[in-house]
């Protein structure tokens, strides 16, 4: 405890004699148990939870090619498993039991890794190699030493079990099975957080918080992430012909390659992937299997206009809200009725009592309208 000591008057307290009264907390427990938890290292693959890597794998697949294959994931494992000569190997091997009083066998994980899922005693065994008298454990290609010296990265190979499903359809388009393949192969080779220990039964990662790559020792530092959405800007640099600001947009996917839209000078609409080169935006829409007569419908609502012997007209619906009727539009003697109105819900009921379906529309306000589709003439051919 500290004490006061009076030496000429003066009060001196010493602190050096004070006790600890709370313990230093485990400071990497954050990163060891979220990389544990992102990897699911010593799990079987029914343990695991939809988190993590698995949660990704799981997202990805299965990838289907035109309903006739799909690739199907079915699990994966993380490290090379084997006993001592290798006879066994994989984490099904490693948790493989068998019970010498109801002589059950199976593949799980026991409690106190001697009691019997089937009849509760503790006399089930894991299975050890008949060869070599060892269980199935975890082969480090080289120790955290090893790698240090010889400037390599401590990874594990991360493989993956897969079917191949192929697909017969009937006269009925109805989908069979024809033949399932499955197989293990190699992902790639992962870094993982060191180092490798054992904990409550299982094997962890992680227990010195840091990574080793290429011999030096790397830290994760948490960043920032753009929510995913859509964000619109303003161009404050760069002006359009007409002396008016850009409006840019961005898409930020959970997952994938960001989206910006930009116009250029002579006002055409272009799209970015991932900040690379400029595309027209049709041709991304057609890489996106949009055809090229649908693409204006995407964007606009058309208006339909009928020809009777050089005669246009429109016919009486909503598309017409909004517009102002003309007194060329619509007969003489409902001219003073309706000319000059704006067309609302309200006057379409009262056109429609009053017998009106077509308004006739003048040269005069087709001018400067773009046809939405080529007008072609089916004697000649000619557009």
Known sequence: MSHFRMDKKTVRKLFGKIKGVVPVPNLIEIQSSSFNDFIQFDYLPEERQLAGLEKALRNVFPIEYEDKMSLEYVSYELGNQACTCGKL???????????????????????????????????ARYHACANCLSRVTVKLPMSLDECRSSGQSFSMPLKIKVQLITWAKDEAENKTIRDVKEQDIFFADIPVMVDLYEEKGRLQLGNLGTF???????????????????????????????????YLARIIPMRGSWLDFEFDSNDSLYVRIDKKKKLLITTFLQALGVARDQMLSLFYDFDIVHVDKGTFFRPVDDTLLGERIEKSMVPEKEAKTYA???????????LGKSGIKTLSLSTGYLLNKVIAQDLVDEQTGEV
Request: proline share 2%; with cysteine; glycine share 8%.
């Open 340 to 350: 000059g109105k704006r067309v609302t819900k309200e006057l379409l009921a009262r």
């Open 89 to 123: 190997n994989g984490i099904e091997d490693r948790y493989r039991w068998h019970c010498s009083s109801c002589k059950k066998s199976g593949c799980s994980r026991l409690e106190q890794d001697v009691t019997c899922p089937k009849c509760t005693k503790n006399t």
């Open 212 to 246: 080793l790559i290429n011999g030096v020792d790397r830290v994760i530092v948490s960043q920032l992430h753009r929510s995913p959405g859509v964000v619109f800007s303003q161009s404050k640099k760069v002006k359009d012909f007409r002396g008016q600001a850009y």
